[in-house]
């Protein structure tokens, strides 16, 4: 009774607030992990000593202080019982982790997945930062930080924002944000009010998000539009970039908007004149203009002449004379030049240019320079199957044709008369200058050796030559003059003759009389064997001809010309068809034989027998 009463004395003596702290002292749970409440009793540099009302004191590491100026004995602090007694017998205590716990579940409270919350970017860790969000640290990943990638993460460090709770680990005690949300759904909204305000025609600035080859997107607060590239100058632009730049803002026009796929097209070029409305006034077909090659071509080169404006000059409009096969050739980048323009065509937005109409066209001198009728002089430069092309000046060529290189013989490649880098001397025939041609002739600058040629050779007259070419139907004997005279087979000897190159040879000198002249075809044909005979007893062209075996191929003179002037020759003519000696020879006197007709059936009669289209029939000689 005694222990009773003094202990009632001495509470009794007490004040409030010694009381209140008794009384708290009592009421703690003294168990781990539980956060009870301690009074300062001494401050040291290292650490701080904290009465938690057990049977010894527990110590708090002052580095769990942010200030520890701010600390004062006697003030009453919270802190977490990690550990009631260690090896030593004291209470191990943290006033960080109380205030952590505390503040977890205080969040937790307050704050729900799904839900906002500020905070405060404390440091960049790896993959993302660390949000400081009423004392407890949460982790933001780098790709929720915005809308779009960044990289650069320092300059958010100190910042605060607002933030969605994307996930809570109750048994981990951590937290998941995102920043990009809230801006992907603030931007929802911009993007939902500025689809229902924007129209065509209208100028809003935005900033340049992003740059691509084929134009650049623009962030109109919100909503992004495409500045296609082709709408950004009426010059030439090879790349976006020339024009804008990543963070650039500029004001664009709104040229199209696609409210159900949310899509808006804007232009730049729109804001400013269009340089076409006006150009045929500006430059009139004829007019001169100057310029600066912006781009080449193989087929031209474009040429701008103000801003926004460029024209082509075709390759063909580079030079009247000479042949150019690229613009490069004979122009570069950057150059200035003079044309004049040739055609506009303002809705294609088109403007065709010519650099050689700027001098004058030797084209339309050559007439009055080069009469038809007069002698040139020039170069050959180019031989070709078909002639020869003869440099008359720079850049004015004429073509010999091979059938104007000679009046007598047949001329089959030019390079039999001329060879390339020749000086010649031609006759002007023919002027095009629309086409840009001149005929020449090198034979018309001879006199034609057959307009006379009845004064010059007679029938029977004994002439001699050369052999200039064999043939399966005879030789060619040259002449006077370069004339040609046909022997044929069957005048080279009064034996038969079965191979011409048995009895004559290219090169031989031979004597033969004239037996036909044919002026119109400019044909003589002659015979080797008729020499020994007298005049009287020469036979006639028509005796000749009559003379001939039925079934040969050539039988005229007519027929051998014609092959001869072909280009048969006797080894062609060998590969092409039988020699006469190996053809059957049809009976003179003989009718011609009947086949019979196929056998009819047996109860069928029978048929007069067909003729056979296969047997040869008895025909007269053509005439010569």
């Not at 909204?189 to 740059?211: C, D």
């Not at 062609?572 to 049809?586: G, L, M, V, Y």
Request: aromatic share 4%.
């Amino acid at each position: 009774m005694e222990a009773e009463a003094k202990a009632v004395a001495q509470v009794e003596g007490l004040d409030r607030e010694a009381l209140e702290a008794l009384y708290d002292r009592a009421m703690q749970d003294f168990s781990e992990g539980a956060i009870v409440s301690g009074r300062v009793l001494e401050i040291h540099p290292g650490e701080v000593l904290v009465d938690i009302g057990y049977k010894s004191e527990g110590v708090v590491p002052a580095a769990e202080f942010s200030d520890l100026s701010k600390l004062q004995p006697g003030d009453r602090i919270d802190v977490l019982l990690e550990r009631l007694e260690d090896e030593e017998g004291m209470v191990i205590v943290s006033h960080l982790k109380a205030e952590q716990k505390k503040n977890w579940e205080r969040v937790l409270n307050v704050c729900k997945e799904g839900g906002t919350v500020r905070g405060t970017i404390k440091a960049k860790v790896k993959g993302g930062l660390i949000v400081d969000i009423g004392g407890v640290d949460a982790f933001l990943p780098g790709s929720q930080v915005d809308i779009s990638p960044v990289r650069n993460l320092d300059p958010l460090v100190g910042g605060e924002y607002d933030f969605k709770i994307l996930k809570i680990n109750f048994e981990r005690k951590n937290i998941v944000l995102s920043r990009r949300e809230l801006l992907e759904e603030e931007r929802r909204e911009k993007r939902a009010r500025l689809m229902s305000e924007i129209a065509p025609g209208q100028l809003r600035v935005g900033a340049v998000k992003n740059i691509t080859d084929f134009g650049a997107f623009v962030d109109l607060d919100g909503l992004d539009g495409l500045l296609h590239i082709t709408d950004m100058s009426w010059g030439r632009i090879n790349h976006p970039s020339e024009m804008v730049k990543v963070g650039q803002s500029i004001e664009v026009m709104i040229l199209e908007v696609n409210r159900e796929r949310e899509r808006v097209s804007l232009g730049l070029k729109q804001k400013q004149r269009n340089p076409w409305e006006e150009v045929e006034q500006r430059y009139p077909v004829g007019a001169r203009v100057r310029g600066r090659v912006v781009n080449l071509m193989p087929y031209g080169a474009f040429v701008e002449i103000e801003e926004g404006i460029e024209g082509l000059v075709h390759v063909s409009e580079l030079s009247w004379t000479r042949r150019v096969n690229k613009a490069s050739d004979v122009l570069q980048e950057g150059q200035e030049v003079e044309a004049v323009v040739l055609g506009i065509q303002k809705d294609e937005q088109r403007i065709s240019l010519g650099i050689r109409q700027t001098e004058p066209n030797p084209w339309d001198l050559v007439a009055d320079k080069y009469p038809v009728g007069s002698r040139v002089r020039g170069s050959v430069q180019n031989l070709t199957s078909y002639g020869a092309f003869v440099e008359l000046e720079e850049g004015i060529d004429g073509m010999i044709h091979v059938s104007d290189m000679s009046w007598t013989r047949k001329v089959n490649h030019p390079s039999e008369i001329v060879k390339k880098a020749d000086e010649i001397e031609a006759m002007v025939l023919e002027i095009n200058p629309e086409q840009q041609r001149i005929s020449l002739g090198l034979k018309q600058l001879q006199t034609d050796p057959w307009v006379n040629i009845e004064h010059r050779y007679r029938v029977n007259d004994i002439v001699h030559g050369k052999i200039t070419k064999l043939t399966s139907f005879g030789a060619f004997v040259e002449l006077e003059d370069g004339i040609d005279g046909l022997v044929h087979i069957s005048q080279i000897s009064s034996e038969r003759v079965e191979r011409i190159k048995d009895v004559l040879q290219v090169g031989q000198e031979v004597e033969a009389r004239v037996v036909k002249i044919d002026p119109e075809e400019r044909r003589i044909g002659l015979s080797i064997k008729a020499v020994e005979q007298a005049e009287d007893e020469v036979p006639s062209i028509e005796e000749v001809a009559d003379s001939l075996r039925r079934g040969e191929d050539i039988v005229t003179m007519h027929d051998a010309f014609t092959r001869a002037f072909q280009g048969i020759t006797f080894e062609d003519a060998r590969s092409t068809r039988k020699h006469p000696r190996d053809e059957q020879e049809p009976e003179q006197e003989e009718e011609p034989k009947e086949a019979p007709a196929p056998p009819a059936p047996p109860e069928a009669p029978p048929e007069a027998p067909a003729a056979d289209p296969a047997q040869p029939r008895p025909e007269e000689p053509p005439a010569v």
